[in-house]
């Protein structure tokens, strides 16, 4: 028999740097999970990606106890990394802080693949690229055929 679902926690942690402050220490709390339990659990799994900004959804049980999954960093973070700026722009229309290629977009839409909600790399790209734009970074070079 399936455990009781008793509520679902979204929240956006650094690899590897989890603990009991806010925000994370009282999302749990809240919900009467044990809050070093996960953070323990989370710096184990995510030690490669120390630093990144990474999702995870938990989900807390009647029992208080939890799983939690965690994705691929977001498109945004990996566009600024890529275009190495600081930040997006705050008139995306009007100022152009950085350019990426077609090649940094497919890179990205491959690795965000599975978290998207697209059935193909071509529409992966197309967000990507989306993304890119509404951060006034722009996409330089001819778009490369994914077949």
Same mark, same amino acid.
């Given at each position: 028999m399936a455990k009781e679902i008793a509520g679902l926690i979204k929240l956006q942690v650094? /690899? /590897?740097?989890a603990n009991p402050s806010p925000p994370i220490g009282p999302a749990l /709390?809240?919900?009467g999970v044990n809050i070093m339990q996960f953070c323990k659990q989370f710096n184990g799994r995510t030690q490669d990606l120390a630093g990144?900004?990474?999702?995870?959804v938990i989900t807390v049980y009647a029992d208080k106890s939890f799983d939690f999954v965690i994705k691929?960093?977001?498109v945004a973070v990996q566009l600024i990394e890529a275009?190495?700026?600081?930040?997006g722009s705050a008139e995306p229309h009007l100022v152009k802080v950085g350019s990426v290629n077609w090649e940094q977009i497919k890179m990205i839409a491959e690795i965000k693949l599975e978290?998207?909600?697209?059935f193909s790399l071509e529409g992966a790209m197309s967000m990507v690229a989306g993304t890119a734009r509404s951060m006034g970074i722009t996409v330089t070079g001819e778009r490369p055929s994914t077949n």
């Open positions: 650094k /690899g /590897g740097a /709390g809240s919900k990144k900004v990474l999702p995870v691929q960093p977001p275009a190495k700026v600081k930040k978290d998207l909600n697209c």
